[in-house]
């Protein structure tokens, strides 16, 4: 695994707690702060330091991670898993001794784990979570090939704009942001999706754009396609996009459009294994001044979405059931 640096990473600078003696980047829906140590066989890192006694970690999920930790020496780390399932997440958090503090999850795999018992109660009330601001996914595209920002729809206009596009393989977001392009207004997307009609009617519009879509489901193969110019636009996190532009020479760059924003809450969890004065002193911090990503604007753009937590905590498991066995009659991921 790789230590990666950047100068581009304007998409979450003004929503950084407090600036530290040393940025690093690189990639997660989750971008926080954090430092990791520990690896399980699913995580890799580079030039970790021996003498650190415990770590924060981001999972990269859908996203790219900024690492950093509130200690006043901060390294910077880039951690990666070529994969993203529960699985790996068990391993992490059920690993023993535990030398991982806190890790940064969407908030659906946060209330997953909680309920099995995977991450430390943090209220009276059996919440595991702590809020850490918002991951964001944003339409990108290549200007040379394209001179106008493009939209929702655009994504799945083949005819006037043909091309390849890119999506993370998983049905959060891309569910939502197959009824985006469908015409159906972010205020009621969740109704919609509710719905038995409005999910076959999201799956059917991505059966529309499937001979179109690469899928990339690590960091590491998001920068990989990205860097063989071969896409024509796409839905990514920000860093992914400016973060492979800075580490591979891509040209010319791709643009992100930043009306069009898809807002996923973040979550700290403490792992169930950690030993109680480390669980003290980790909760005692996210209680009171926690790391954050991004936060949620005032007022969101008219074609941006606040992904809904109460939606993926009832219909999780059963719209990822659906998009794998959709997924099965999709051409191999390159």
Not at 20 to 28: F, K, V
Not at 49 to 55: C, E, F, G, I
């Amino acid at each position: 695994m790789r230590v990666m640096f950047s100068s581009q990473l304007w998409c979450f600078f003004a929503s950084f707690l407090k600036p530290t003696p040393l940025w690093r980047r690189t990639t997660t829906i989750a971008y926080i702060f954090t430092i990791a140590l520990f690896s399980p066989s699913s995580w890799a890192a580079s030039s970790l330091p021996s003498a650190a006694p415990s770590y924060w970690a981001i999972p990269e999920q859908s996203l790219t991670a900024i690492i950093t930790q509130k200690t006043e020496q901060t390294l910077p780390y880039f951690l990666e898993r070529d994969s993203y399932a529960l699985d790996d997440i068990k391993k992490l958090t059920l690993s023993y001794p535990q030398r991982m503090q806190a890790i940064l999850l969407d908030s659906t795999t946060s209330a997953i784990i909680c309920a099995r018992g995977w991450a430390q109660p943090l209220q009276a009330t059996g919440q595991c979570g702590q809020p850490a601001g918002y991951f964001r996914d944003v339409i990108f595209w290549d200007p040379s090939r394209l001179t106008t920002p493009p939209h929702w729809a655009d994504l799945w206009d083949v005819a006037r704009y043909p091309g390849q596009r890119i999506f993370f393989q998983g049905p959060r977001p891309l569910l939502e942001i197959a009824l985006l392009a469908d015409s159906v207004p972010p205020s009621h997307l969740y109704q919609v999706l509710a719905t038995p009609q409005g999910a076959d009617r999201a799956f059917h519009k991505l059966d529309q754009l499937r001979p179109y879509i690469i899928w990339w489901r690590s960091t590491s193969q998001a920068h990989h396609i990205l860097a063989q110019h071969s896409v024509l636009m796409g839905v990514a996190p920000c860093t992914i996009v400016l973060s492979s532009q800075s580490q591979h020479g891509t040209a010319p760059p791709y643009r992100v459009q930043m009306k069009t924003i898809l807002y996923s809450p973040a979550m700290w969890d403490i792992p169930i294994t950690l030993p109680y004065q480390k669980s003290n002193e980790t909760k005692q911090k996210l209680l009171t001044d926690p790391p954050r990503t991004a936060e949620l604007p005032a007022s969101l753009p008219p074609e941006s979405l606040e992904i809904s937590d109460s939606f993926w905590a009832s219909h999780a498991l059963f719209l990822g059931e659906r998009f794998n066995r959709w997924l099965a009659h999709s051409p191999p991921i390159p």
